[in-house]
């Protein structure tokens, strides 16, 4: 393998909770490491970040030059390719001026990724829960450790790994366009809603509008078959597995 390769995923029960992370690496020597852990209180972007700092620290002390990194993370992907670098140059400020959210740990991924030659990390995005075999095994590694358990984590030759790390043609890395149309102008799937940290599904935008409608820090997004609820989810700092009540 020329390229080594990273898989990451976070997950967090409730907005700080328990917590996990897993990631799949492997060198260019094509060895493979599961690695993961759990956090009592954290938040599911910590546990996104936490997971890429990790997997590349292990592929760092193993000589890797160039890393595909796959993540379901927005966040972490425009975080580390576009954002820091105005965070860094006002001070760990945002453009509002205020603090950055999860600053060490964004500093802590800025000091493993500079340890690589400049220009040979490639940051792709996965889709969440769409049956991709690298990304729902993280996920289980996150999930389980999020619960306190302790998963088997495999070590060894990719010739004997379970897991197909391979992505399916329609996969291209690229984040998902937000859509800036207005909730009825397309056909959704379903409406989710999130208040007073509980997580609703809405059949239609009515029953959605009633519910946030008024409400100081409510939240609402439509799915479609371009945005999933994980996704929507994740964008919300919720883990994929979070509860959603039927309205």
């Known amino acids: 393998m020329n390229e080594s390769l990273l898989f990451t995923d976070g997950a967090c029960s409730g907005n700080p909770g328990p917590g996990g992370y897993g990631c799949i690496a492997v060198d260019d020597s094509n060895s493979v490491r599961e690695i993961g852990a759990g956090r009592t209180s954290t938040t599911n972007n910590q546990m996104e970040l936490q997971a890429v700092i990790e997997g590349l620290k292990w592929l760092s002390s193993k000589g890797s030059k160039k890393v595909k990194i796959w993540t379901d993370s927005a966040y972490v992907i425009q975080g580390i390719t576009s954002w820091i670098f105005g965070w860094k140059a006002k001070g760990w400020k945002t453009s509002t001026g205020g603090e950055v959210s999860n600053q060490t740990y964004w500093e802590e991924l800025l000091k493993v990724t500079q340890s690589f030659p400049k220009g040979s990390l490639k940051w792709g995005y996965v889709p969440a829960h769409q ?117």
């Open 131 to 247: 049956g991709i075999p690298g990304n729902e095994r993280c996920d289980e590694i996150a999930v389980q450790f999020s619960k306190g358990l302790n998963p088997y984590l495999y070590e060894g030759p990719l010739s004997n790994y379970s897991v197909d790390l391979s992505l399916p043609s329609h996969v291209d890395g690229q984040i998902p366009k937000k859509s800036n149309s207005s909730p009825s102008s397309k056909t959704a799937k379903s409406y989710l809603s999130y208040l007073g940290g509980v997580v609703y599904r809405h059949k239609d935008w009515g029953s959605c509008e009633r519910r946030v409608k008024g409400q100081a820090g409510a939240k609402f997004k439509k799915s479609t078959s371009a945005i999933s609820e994980s996704e929507i989810l994740k964008s919300w700092g919720l883990s994929a597995s979070t509860p959603i009540k039927e309205d």
